[in-house]
């Protein structure tokens, strides 16, 4: 009899000391949901200049939580590429940070240099994703490094963020950045000559617009022969106008961020759009491009942006649908031991 009740007591303790951790566990969750809210929220009253600075403050921070909680090789959130930041091999990389480009705090890039050069290397500007409205190269590092250890001078660029900049900033800061490398190609033995452009979801949108619009280029004396050639991965916001209209969860989701940063009006759309910017008779850099299979959006847009590209005259586009998440496409690109690598690698190299 007593040790049934001694029985009964250790289970209700057992069920109440369950109950006290769901409540400590929800809390915490209820805090972390809590804080993020207030801090965006809490820009909002702020003056341009004063909420780019708390904007930068708070991606800091979530990417300092992001490493130290572990969130590293296996997140796969739409545009961050959070991964885990490699050591870098003095030996083998010499790696410059926060080199201005511009006069804006955001207007910053990271530089990596191969050690050993036999002849001037090709460059290769890699721009961030995060929906045109978060996002920092200094989640990009392995990318610098893996890049910089096969023989390739990389380049990852911050540029101005939504809401405190709109179309078309954001791709005239990667024009700006590629007017920078070009510049600066010879002091740190990288061919002038041999420019590419590669970015993830709103960063592949981004490169995805500058190889098929020359406009943002002439700004700087550039024109599309100055890129040797573009590599998109996973965005399906090649036509703005089209992206806008789906009615899905994710279509949805994109479509508040594409008015973030493009608005709504139908004429900016299009200015905006990398498959609205093919013109018949002129020519394109070579496009390599991958987009995750799963995605029906992402790849009919590929297609569509194929067929415009088609009807140039000398176009080059490979598009490759391949079986991996959108977030795992961005992290792929950047892992040496992987086939994407090394056709990204090839493509440098060769085209």
Known sequence: MKRSKICQKAHKFKQCALAVMILIVGAMIASNVLAVLAQEESTQNLSGPQRQRLRQFIQRRRAQRGRSSGEGANSSR??????????????????????????????????????????????????????WRRGSKDLQRSKGVSYAENGIVTICTNYRLAPDVMHPKQVEDVAAAVSWAKQHATEYGAN?????????????????????????????????????????????????LERGKENTLEGNMVGDMIKQAFGTDPEVLADGSPTLSIKPGHRYPPFLMYCGERRVSCVAQHKSFETAMNRTAGASVVVKPVPLSHGDISKIAGTNSTSMFKEILEFVKNE
């Open 78 to 131: 739409m545009g961050d590429g959070r991964f885990q930041s490699p050591s870098i091999d003095p030996a083998k990389v010499d790696a410059r940070f926060n080199i201005p480009y511009g006069k804006d705090e955001r207007q910053k890039l990271d530089l990596y240099i191969p050690k050993v050069l036999k002849a001037p290397a090709p460059i290769l500007v890699f721009v961030h994703g995060g929906g």
């Open 192 to 240: 002038p000559e041999r420019i590419f452009v590669m970015g993830h979801s709103a960063g592949a949108h981004l490169v995805d617009l500058l190889g098929t619009n020359d406009r943002f280029l002439k700004q700087y004396g550039l024109s599309l022969a100055d890129i040797k050639g573009v590599i998109s991965l996973d965005t399906a916001s090649l036509n703005l």
